[in-house]
């Protein structure tokens, strides 16, 4: 409770920082680095919410348990109308009272009728566990259901830094691929505009014109569609954040800044920490091993104290049974010894149950174990291919610009044509979408790893 406590605070100056810093945020804009969206993901995404307050039930749980062998007191108040009072019968020496005098038939039994017409009970009783054995199993097992929960809550919040960064990192690629794209389209613009004026003056043909006007379209409606998905991706981001969609966020971290070369090197080259996936697995192992003890202990006797005291009142009529002098009093204590002999065998099924699914949790604990090495390889690997292609997608972009910028300088000065300025624009634009295509599977390569190796 108390690191729940002390994250609503924290995010309660990261908030109140934002305000004062920057004066946009009261008209629904923020600036955002990638360890505040983070942060402000942990406080205010779904899953995130509900794993602490999963812990909060289970910290709950830990004081129900507890509870159940401390004192058990409760009080009760009884109010009774006898409407018809019942005959207790006894032996007869003279009969009994007919309903006809004159004609008294003969018996053996006098009915009577025993009891008044109202009567109440106040009562307190009191139980008190003495011995049971369950009972501290129970205990333990709710303080590892505890413990399993906080590594349910780490594991939730893995999974939200995960999604945080793979869409942080979305919105940045794509709004450098909106650069590229548009500083495209300005260079086929500038080269329209040149080639119209030659076509006008009589130096260019009028296919030379339609040719750049059919690749500018191409660029246009490439355009559209990076600034829809750059439009999806922030809005993304805002839902795994949990951030009104109304808000308008900027980012203010660059690819470069979040990526260093020694960064990722250093990340290549380390061996990884615990995972939580197999402090989850060991604590249902545990979970499953009390459940075995609790199962066992069934066959204990269970030993209880109980003690009550209770004041009696009767009478014929309503008002006469608050009269202080009619009421008396009771009590009565007592030990209750249970001992169980035969259950057809229902607690050595369930026995039998528990070593069932504890070996079956062993195996999956080792599938899990085996599953992480191997994630480590694979994501170590794939994160080299990744960097190996995107040097090789960046240089080939830089090729394709040096191309291009020298297709045009020819054609300008009338050793060239305007169909090689189009092909090599052609050839540059696909070599930047490579080169962008290579840049995201390199950062989702990377995120990848820091989760495999548990550094998220």
Known sequence: MKTTINRHVGMGFFLLALFF???????????????????????????????????????????????????QITANMDFTYNAIIPLVFVPSEGGFIPPDPNNPPQSDVIGVRLG??????????????????????????????????????????????????????TVLVNDERRKIVEANLQRLDSLLKETEILYNAGFAEKIDV???????????????????????????????????LEYEITLTETLQQLNPQDEIQELLNFQGTRRVEVDQ????????????????????????FFGTYQRNAAAQTTGAIWESNRWVSGSFIGLNLSIPIFDGLTKSAKIQQNRVQIQQLENQKYFIEENIEIEKFQSRTNLQNSLQALRVQDENRELAMEVFRMTKIKYEEGVGSNFEVVEADSALKEAESNYFSALYDALIAKVDLEKALGIL
Do not use: H
Request: hydrophobic share 40%; charged share 25%; proline share 2%.
């Open 21 to 71: 810093s920057n004066p946009s945020f009261s008209q629904n804009k923020i600036q955002l680095t990638l360890q505040e969206s983070i942060q402000y993901a942990l406080e205010n995404n779904v899953d995130a919410k509900n794993a602490q307050l999963e812990t909060m039930a289970a910290k709950a749980l830990v004081v129900e348990r507890r509870a159940e062998g401390l004192p």
């Open 116 to 169: 008044t017409n109202y009567s109440s009970v106040l009562a307190v009783q009191l139980n008190q566990m003495i011995f049971d054995g369950s009972y501290f199993v129970g205990l333990k097992a709710a303080s590892t259901y505890k413990m399993l929960t906080e590594y349910d809550r780490e594991k939730s919040e893995n999974d939200v830094k995960e999604s945080i960064k793979k869409a942080y990192f």
């Open 210 to 244: 339609s040719r750049i006007k059919v690749q500018r379209n191409n660029i246009k409606t490439e355009l559209d569609k990076v600034l829809t998905a750059e439009v999806i991706s922030v809005e993304l981001l805002k839902l795994q954040m949990g951030l009104p």
């Open 281 to 304: 697995i060991k604590t249902n192992i545990d979970l499953i091993n009390l459940d075995l003890r609790n199962n066992t202990s069934q066959y204990m006797p269970r030993l209880g």
